[in-house]
C-alpha cells in the first residue's frame, strides 16, 4: 500500500499563549525521506480535544510548550509512512493508530523498564514539545503508537487515548475495591465522565461532583449513583460524606482543571481512603492537613498519563462497549470556540475533531 502524501496540511498552529490560534493550510507535511528511523507518518481521521491542549495553548504550567505548536494529544488515523531503517517496528502502513500524550520514551532506563514509560527523561509529548494532532498529517513513533482495535470507531477511540487511558490507569493504581465508593470531581467533563464509566465497570459505586443540569444528566445516565453540583453546594465535605454511607468515599479520583476541585477532598475521603491527582492546574497547591492525612491514614497519589499497555486495555474495554465516549463532532477550523467553551466549563464529555473534512 502506497499513499500520496502532499506538501503542505492544514494545521491549527499556536505562535504564542497571547496571540489566537492559526488555521493555516500551508503547513508543511514531513517527507518520508526525512522521516528518522523509528519515525511514523500517521494520516489523522479524528482527534480528541483535552483539557490539557487548553493548557498547553495558554502556557499557563511551570514547563513551557514550545512554540510555534501543533497541539494535540487524542489522535487516531492511518500510517502513511515509516522512515528508513525502521528494524523490527510492531506496526506497518496503512494500519490505523492511535496518537496519545507520550509520543516517545526511550524503552530503556529505569522509569521505562519500571513501566513508567511517561517519566522517562527523555519523553516526547505529543502536542506539547513536539508537534500533535490538530493537522491533517503528524509525525509519531513507530513503538509508541497504539493499534485501534477493529470494531472501534475511530471517532469514539480518539478520547480514550488520553481521558480513557488517564483516568482507567488513575482507577487502576487506586486500590479501590469493588462496592468502595469513588468520588469524581470533575465528573462531566472529558475524563471525569470516562472514570465514571470505567469505575462503575470495576464494581465502583460512583458519586459524580461538577455543575450544570447537562452535566448532571451526562453523570446520571452513565452510572453514577449520586450526585454533588460544587457551585450550589455549601458544605461539600458534609454533602460527600454523607452521600457515601456517612463515612466519605474510599478513593477520590480528581479530573477537575483548577486547585478548587482538590480543597477538601482530605477532608471529606473516609478513613484509609486514597486521593488520586489527575486534574493539573497550573499554579495551585493541593491545601491537605497534614494532621488529618496521617490520622485519617490518607494515601495521595499523582496519576500521570499511563503506558503503552495501559493504553491496550483502555482501548480493549472501549472496544467491548464497557466506556464509551460521549462526543458531539467538530472541525479543526473550529478549535477556537472549543477552547472558550472548555474554558467556561461548557463542554460536557468532549469535543471531537472530524479531520477527513
Ligand atoms: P474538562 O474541562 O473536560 O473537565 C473538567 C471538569 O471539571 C469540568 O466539567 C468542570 O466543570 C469540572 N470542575 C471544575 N471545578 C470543579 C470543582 N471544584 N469540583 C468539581 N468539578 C469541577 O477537562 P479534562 O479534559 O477532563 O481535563 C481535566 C484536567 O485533567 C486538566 O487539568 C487536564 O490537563 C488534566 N489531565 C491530566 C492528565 C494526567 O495524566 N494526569 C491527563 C489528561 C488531562
Ligand atoms: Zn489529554
Not at 107 to 136: H, I, W, Y
Not at 280 to 290: C, H, Q
Not at 302 to 328: F, M, P, T
Amino acid at each position: 500500500m502506497s499513499y500520496n502524501i502532499p506538501k503542505t496540511q492544514i494545521a491549527a498552529v499556536v505562535t504564542s499563549s497571547d496571540a489566537p490560534i492559526e488555521i493555516r493550510a500551508d503547513h508543511p507535511v514531513k517527507a518520508q525521506v526525512d522521516l528518522a528511523p523509528g519515525e511514523c507518518l500517521v494520516k489523522l481521521v479524528s482527534t480528541g480535544v483535552c483539557h490539557t491542549d487548553l493548557h498547553a495553548r495558554n502556557n499557563d504550567w511551570p514547563i513551557p510548550a514550545k512554540t510555534p505548536l501543533v497541539g494535540g494529544h487524542e489522535g487516531v488515523g492511518h500510517i502513511v509512512a515509516i522512515g528508513d531503517n525502521t528494524p523490527d517496528s510492531p506496526v506497518k502502513i496503512g494500519d490505523r493508530v492511535g496518537i496519545k500524550w507520550l509520543a516517545y520514551s526511550c524503552l530503556d532506563c529505569e522509569q521505562c523498564r519500571n513501566g513508567l514509560e511517561q517519566n522517562c527523561p527523555k519523553a516526547k509529548l505529543s502536542g506539547f514539545n513536539v508537534d500533535g494532532t490538530f493537522a491533517q498529517y503528524a509525525v509519531s513513533y513507530v513503538h509508541h503508537v497504539t493499534p485501534i482495535p477493529d470494531s472501534l470507531e475511530s471517532n469514539a477511540a480518539a478520547s480514550i487515548l488520553c481521558a480513557g487511558l488517564t483516568v482507567y490507569r488513575a482507577l487502576k493504581y487506586s486500590d479501590a475495591k469493588i462496592g468502595n465508593w469513588v468520588a469524581l470531581p470533575g465528573a462531566g467533563g472529558g475524563l471525569g465522565h470516562l472514570a465514571i464509566q470505567y469505575a462503575t465497570a470495576m464494581g465502583l459505586r460512583v458519586l459524580a461532583i461538577d455543575t450544570g443540569a447537562e452535566k448532571k444528566k451526562l453523570c446520571t445516565e452513565l452510572g453514577a449513583e449520586k450526585w454533588i453540583d460544587f457551585k450550589e453546594t455549601k458544605d461539600i465535605v458534609k454533602a460527600v460524606q454523607e452521600a457515601c454511607d456517612g463515612l466519605g468515599p474510599h478513593c477520590a479520583i480528581v479530573t477537575a482543571a483548577s486547585g478548587s476541585g482538590y480543597s477538601q477532598a482530605v477532608d471529606y475521603l473516609r478513613s484509609g481512603g486514597t486521593l488520586m491527582a489527575v486534574g493539573l492546574p497550573g499554579d495551585a497547591k493541593l491545601e491537605a492537613s497534614i494532621f488529618f492525612t496521617v490520622f485519617k491514614s490518607i494515601t495521595i497519589k499523582g496519576s500521570y498519563v499511563g503506558n503503552r499497555q495501559d493504553a491496550i486495555e483502555a482501548l480493549e474495554i472501549a472496544a467491548r462497549g464497557q466506556a464509551k465516549v460521549h462526543y458531539e463532532l467538530q472541525a479543526l477550523s473550529d478549535l477556537k470556540g472549543v477552547y472558550e467553551a472548555m474554558e467556561e466549563g461548557k463542554v460536557a464529555g468532549r469535543i471531537v475533531l472530524d479531520m477527513s473534512k
